[in-house]
């Protein structure tokens, strides 16, 4: 015999008990009238445990929407502290990002030497340039300053797919 199912609860089969309903002894849950099987309806069978299951649903629901203010609740906060998390990484990573290109500066002044040098040589004389300017075409990053960006950059990831899992929790 398979289990009965009423309001999503499983509920094992029992062994017959006798009840006394009007007068004559007949076994619950009535499983059989005349050697053939009973359809379960409304009408012809009535579970006592009905009240019980209400009152468990009734609780549930409660609890149900009390959990979800909680997650309301607290995806509000989470999109508060990734907003102002993200904009302070972002800030940041505004000031180290320019550590990963060549300053303009730099390239100005290392050109202006070299036009510099050339037109004082066509003149004849002689004029002494400092050597720390560096060739624009040798630059390369530090691998800290990669190593700091790309962090940077994914903590803003991170951050701000939270803020979008919060705003999609809402």
């Not at 510099?116 to 004389?125: C, E, I, K, M, R």
């Not at 004029?127 to 190593?147: E, G, K, M, N, Y």
């Not at 962090?151 to 803020?163: D, G, K, M, N, R």
């Amino acid at each position: 015999m398979e289990p009965d199912v009423e309001l999503g609860v499983n509920v094992a089969p029992t062994a017959s008990v006798p009840i006394q309903v009007q007068g004559e002894a007949q076994a619950y849950p009535p499983s059989q009238i005349h050697g053939q099987p009973q359809a379960r309806s409304e009408k012809s069978f009535s579970d006592p445990s009905g009240p019980l299951f209400s009152m468990y649903l009734e609780r549930a629901e409660e609890e149900d929407k009390r959990m979800v203010e909680n997650w309301k609740g607290d995806a509000d906060g989470i999109l508060v502290f990734t907003g102002l998390f993200s904009a302070s990484v972002a800030t940041f990573l505004g000031n180290t990002y320019q550590g990963l290109q060549l300053n303009p500066q730099d390239a100005s002044a290392f050109y202006l030497s070299r036009i510099y040098q050339q037109s004082a040589s066509d003149n004849g004389s002689q004029v002494s340039i400092p050597s720390t300017i560096s060739d624009p075409a040798t630059f390369s990053p530090s691998t800290t300053t990669v190593w700091v960006n790309a962090l940077w950059f994914l903590s803003l990831v991170i951050s701000l797919t939270c803020a979008l899992l919060a705003t999609m929790l809402q």
